[in-house]
């Protein structure tokens, strides 16, 4: 039975209904353009958004899926961590429908929903088994974190100021590149020679496997003073983000070293997830990385490391599953207030007792 979900947690309006054994029936997502004046995601803005996007999305979704809203299973949403304004409509949005259409409502960990991404059919080649090496780098998040089974997560280290696309993004509004950042700073970067620029790598070398990207955003900003950065040469712009983007990803490729170092036993696999997934350079050096280990290694498309609903609804199928597998109910989260911080350490409960 097909399972729908919604993501609405910072600014994608997204839907998808998938089915149980990880066909993807139909997707949407909309990016929200309403926030590029401001330079970064205005959480009113993206709420009323998400507001305006929803239900014709929903009705686009169960019509390229060719379905009614009866033949749904469960209905699922994000419910955090992420923009509170926006993970209220995305949830009301699914808990109303689930009430109608007599469902489950699962409310689902965006965090979890990223770090099981690998596991859909198909994009792992070896399908992921646990226990696998999981890189989560996106807008909001830096965290190298032991994907132990569902629901067993241990995070192994995380940024101590920027995430990764948070500096990505700050760099890009330094060379007036706009926003959102990522893209933009790769692709001027390749015009760029990355050993032009001297340029930090915070933490290199250090224990554990923590990471710190605002001394190198500092770096870059003492490289461009306001009277040259309107005037600056093409060039040198394209050197500053290739050797930036060179930085980030040896910072990352340090960092992994140790998480692989700090897993309890053995991983099958190093995965890769978030947004910041998307740079070519960086998923060719994870590449290099995981063979030189001899690790088999998972990166989503593209489409499926952003924000997305497809993610949630698997999450909610891999929860149901698990959850069934140890004797318990299918959980019904329908009075579950979203959460803004909702940690991954936290999921180990839903495994353990009756969400109701
Ligand atoms: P979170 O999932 O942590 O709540 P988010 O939803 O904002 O955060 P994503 O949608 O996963 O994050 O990713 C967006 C981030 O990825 C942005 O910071 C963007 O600049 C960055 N990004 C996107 N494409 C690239 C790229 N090609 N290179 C580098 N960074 C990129
Ligand atoms: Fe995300």
Same mark, same amino acid.
């Given at each position: 039975?097909? =399972? ?16 149980? %054994? ?12 309403? /926030? ?12 009323? $958004? ?5 239900? #014709? ?18 209905? $699922? #949403? ?6 509170? !304004? ?23 960990? /965006?965090?979890?929903? /990223? ?11 070896? !399908? ?8 989560? =780098? ?10 132990? %089974?569902? !629901? ?31 893209? #933009? ?6 015009? %760029? ?11 290199? !070398? ?21 009277? =040259? ?28 070293? /140790? ?23 960086? @998923? ?24 997305? #609903? ?16 140890? %004797? ?12 803004? @911080? ?15």
């Amino acid at each position: 039975t097909p =399972v729908m979900a919604i993501e609405s947690s910072c600014d994608d309006t997204a839907c998808a209904i998938v089915t149980t %054994g990880g066909q993807i029936l139909a997707e949407t997502t909309l990016s929200q353009s309403g /926030h590029v004046p401001f330079g970064g995601v205005v959480p009113e803005i993206a709420a009323r $958004a998400h507001l305006g996007a929803l239900p #014709a999305l929903v009705r686009d979704t169960l019509r390229a899926a060719d379905m009614q809203p009866h033949e749904l299973g469960a209905i $699922a #949403a994000s419910c955090g961590p992420g923009l509170i !304004g926006g993970l209220i409509v995305g949830a009301d949005m699914g808990k109303g429908m689930a009430i109608a259409l007599d469902r489950p409502f699962i409310a689902v960990n /965006h965090i979890e929903a /990223h770090a099981l991404t690998a596991r859909l059919p198909g994009v792992a080649s070896n !399908g992921a088994p646990f226990p696998y090496l999981l890189l989560l =780098v996106s807008g909001g998040h830096c965290q190298c974190i032991a994907v132990e %089974g569902i !629901g067993h997560y241990r995070r192994l280290g995380g940024t101590i100021d920027d995430a990764a696309g948070e500096a990505f993004d700050k760099v890009a509004k330094m060379l007036g590149l706009g926003w959102p950042g990522g893209p #933009a700073v790769e692709q001027l970067a390749r015009e %760029g020679d990355p050993h032009a620029v001297l340029l930090p790598r915070p933490l290199l !070398g250090r224990a554990g496997c923590d990471f710190s990207f605002s001394g190198l955003k500092t770096a870059v900003a003492q490289k461009l003073p306001a009277e =040259v950065r309107t005037a600056l040469p093409r060039q040198q712009a394209a050197d500053i983000a290739a050797s930036f983007q060179q930085a980030v990803s040896d910072i990352v490729i340090d960092r992994l070293g /140790h998480a692989l170092d700090m897993m309890e036993q053995r991983p099958t696999t190093l995965v890769v997830a978030g947004g910041v997934a998307a740079n070519g350079v960086l @998923r060719a050096r994870l590449q290099e990385f995981a063979t030189a280990h001899d690790l088999p290694f998972a990166a989503p498309p593209l489409r499926l490391c952003t924000d997305n #609903a497809v993610m949630v609804a698997w999450a909610a199928i891999e929860t149901m599953r698990a959850r069934t597998a140890l %004797g318990l109910p299918i959980p019904n989260d329908i009075a579950m207030r979203p959460r803004p @911080r909702w940690p991954l350490s936290e999921m180990t409960q839903r495994m353990t007792v009756d969400a109701d």
